[in-house]
């Protein structure tokens, strides 16, 4: 069963458009939720971490938000350089490392 | 500052072919990491060491051999490699282990490998 899931898979913005990315986890015992950017052909970079619900940390153009069930990421007036895939994250119980959703990738067009 | 570094970045193998995968961090850190990214996959686990000394298994060690050679190294071997191993591997460090955790893990920019 998956345990992380993010949607959509892909997603096309206008420059200036705003949207949001979905994270939704099935685990039990959350200790921690994480976004990560990835370009093409580098890897993955931290971007925030969130441990509990109504939680929210924001960066330039990038807000994350945390629910029981799901973290958003919510872009705002994106541009062309925000074209990226996006990572979430999350450890959970006992485990010692984290597990990765499968990524939204996301494109910006001027 | 190098950060993370992986070599080599790119590698051809034929089937029933060992490897081994070189990762070095220049950060001090304790936990290193290795994992690998398949198309609409995500990133997955294959081992981890939370310290020197220490290895354990993650999601998908089957196939996969690991060393931590000390605190700054930690390599991954292909005994005899397969074609279900072609895929991209990351590896990466961080400061503490998941436990009491940021979650900042930092990566190497992946060894790209095919096995034909």
């Known amino acids: 069963e998956d345990q992380v899931t993010q949607s959509p898979e892909a997603l096309r913005l206008q420059e200036g458009e705003s949207s949001s990315l979905n994270c939704s986890y099935t685990v039990s015992g959350l200790r921690g939720l994480f976004w990560y950017r990835q370009d093409p052909g580098k890897g993955p970079e931290f971007l925030f971490t969130?441990?509990?619900a109504g939680e929210e940390k924001e960066k330039e153009r990038l807000k994350a938000t945390l629910t029981k069930k799901e973290s958003f990421l919510h872009i705002t007036a994106p541009k062309p350089e925000d074209s990226a895939t996006y990572l979430c994250a999350v450890v959970w119980g006992g485990r010692r490392a984290l597990t990765f959703g499968s990524g939204t990738r996301l494109q910006v067009q001027p | 500052n190098a950060g993370v570094t992986q070599t080599p970045k790119f590698q051809v193998l034929k089937t029933g072919q060992s490897m081994t995968l070189q990762c070095a961090q220049d950060?001090?850190?304790?936990?290193m990491y290795w994992y690998r990214q398949d198309p609409g996959m995500g990133l997955r686990l294959i081992y981890y060491s939370a310290s020197e000394g220490t290895t354990d298994k993650g999601e998908v060690p089957n196939g996969y051999n690991v060393s931590r050679l000390n605190k700054r190294e930690f390599s991954l071997r292909l005994e005899s490699a397969a074609p279900s191993q072609t895929s991209v591997y990351f590896c990466?460090?961080?400061?503490?282990?998941?436990?009491?955790?940021?979650?900042?893990?930092?990566f190497g920019e992946g060894s790209r490998l095919t096995v034909l």
């Open positions: 950060m001090n850190h304790n936990s």
């Open positions: 990466a460090s961080s400061d503490r282990i998941a436990g009491a955790y940021t979650g900042e893990l930092f």
């Open positions: 969130l441990y509990s």
